[in-house]
């Protein structure tokens, strides 16, 4: 394996700008990425957090301002981004289909709470997800406690679309998985172009859903009004 690393001077990062683009379904990690602790981590950030607030001009002296470094750090590794660590993975149990249910099986309106990994701001949104089953299935709210574990990361939508997708056809032994998502990004509506009302739509899918009539089927699904 070659691993090439590109390092990017300021103005090729202004180049590329909100171009959110992934190339790699791994989320590009450090191999050094745990060998700290949590409460390690968690002095750092609040270290170089408290360095960035005073280099803004901000007084950490005032009650209201002098936890935010601690807050912040805890908030990244405990809450937002606690799906980089695998130990946070949740169990997938699968379970044989007794049923022998073969039919499109639809998980709608999955929230999405992410950060996007070029602005740290926040992606929110719902993900749909459905899989046709074929000696597996998986119980429905692991489904949505996977979407989340990739959702809590620096991310890219395109990526975190593929990770769900790649992870629930391993899991399920089937190719015929669809995952939807459609988000606003904080980076889009309060900066740059500060487009409020824009959302973004990523469809990745798999085996059966090439198929234009499975895919149009589980379009019309999402379409209708939930409960
Ligand atoms: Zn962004």
Redo the contacts with the bound molecule.
Sequence with gaps: MINVVLKMDEKEIELIG?N?ISHNTDTPMLPTAFDKTDAEKIKTIEYHFSEIMKELGLDLSDDSLSGTPYRVAKMYVKELFSGLNPENKPQLSVFENKYGYNKMLVDQNINIDSA?E??F?PITGFAHVAYVPKNKVIGLSKINRLVDYYARRPQVQERLSMQILKDLQESLDTEDVIVMISAK?L?VSSRGIKDKNSTTTTLVYGGCFEKKQYRADFLNIIDQPST
């Design positions: 909100d959110h996007c070029h602005h701001l990004h980076c």
